[in-house]
C-alpha cells in the first residue's frame, strides 16, 4: 500500500528583468523533511481551512516569501505585521479578514500538477500556479523554513542546475519557460496548457549504469520499466515534449531523453 499523496500547491512567482522573465526560487533549509536544501517555487501542504487549492498557494506564497496576493494595495507595514503573525501561528484568514483583505486569486494561473512517485514515504500532490510579482512588494525568505532566495531567468536557473540544487519539477518548468521573454509570455503559456491538463507523476526504473531513473508520464519506458502507481500520458500529448525522464549525476538532476531517443536534454 502506497502513501496518500497530500494535497500541495506551489507558486511560479515571475517579474519581467532586464534579461528577460526572472522566476523567484526560495531555498529549503537543509533539514527539511523533504527537499532539504533545494531551490524550489514556494509552496506548500495544504491546510484544512483552505478549501481551494489557489488558497493554499496564495498562504504558503505569503507565508514563505512575504508576497500578498491581494484585491488592492496593502501598506508595507501592514504586510510585515501580517506576515510575522503568520508566522508565529495565527490563522490566514482570520488575519486577512481582521485587516479587511480579500485574496486575488485571479492572479493565479493554473500551470501544472505534479504527484510525488508512489515509491517515496512523503508524498504530495501538487498544484503548480503562475502568478506576478504585485507592485511595490518584494519577496523576502522566511528564515524559518527557507533560508535564501534567487531571482533567475529560466535558463540561467538551468544552468546553476547543480549548485541550486532544482528538483526535478523546477527543472522540468523552467527547461518550459526557456522561451517566454516576458510575464505575458509566461501567462499566456499556462493559459494554454489548461485545456491540455494531466497530471505528472513519475515512476521509479532501475537506470543504465546504476541508480535510478525517474520516468515521466509519455517516457516509452514508463508502464513497462516503472514501478509504483502511474498515470499515463499518450505520446502525442500536448504536454510530452521534450526530455521524458530523469536521473541524478553528482547531486545534479539530469533532464534527459529514453535510450535510442534523439531528442537533447535539458
Known sequence: MFPTPRDA????????????????????????????GAFVF?????????????????RELFEEAGVLLS????????????????LAGADFAALLAEAGVTLALERLTYYAHWITPSAEPKRFSARFYVAALPAGQEPRFDDTETVDQ?????????????????????VRTLGELRGCATVADVVAAA???????HPIMPRLAPAPGGG????????PEYLTAGTGDSAPMPADHPLAVGPTRFVLEDR???????????IAGW
Open 191 to 197: 493559459t494554454a496548457r489548461a485545456a491540455c491538463d
Open 9 to 36: 500547491a506551489s507558486v511560479i512567482l515571475v517579474r519581467d528583468g532586464a534579461a528577460g522573465v526572472e522566476v523567484f526560487l526560495l531555498r529549503r533549509r537543509k533539514n527539511a523533511s523533504f527537499m532539504g
Open 42 to 58: 514556494p509552496g506548500g501542504a495544504a491546510d484544512p481551512g483552505d478549501g481551494d487549492p489557489r488558497v493554499t498557494a496564495a
Open 71 to 86: 484585491d488592492a494595495p496593502v501598506a508595507p507595514d501592514t504586510l510585515a505585521a501580517l506576515r510575522a503573525r503568520q
Open 150 to 170: 534567487a531571482w533567475r531567468t529560466p535558463a540561467a536557473a538551468l544552468a546553476e542546475a547543480g549548485a541550486l540544487a532544482l528538483p526535478p519539477p523546477q
Open 212 to 219: 535510478f531513473a525517474l520516468l515521466l508520464p509519455w517516457d
Open 252 to 262: 545534479t538532476w539530469k533532464h534527459i531523453a529514453a535510450p535510442g531517443s534523439t
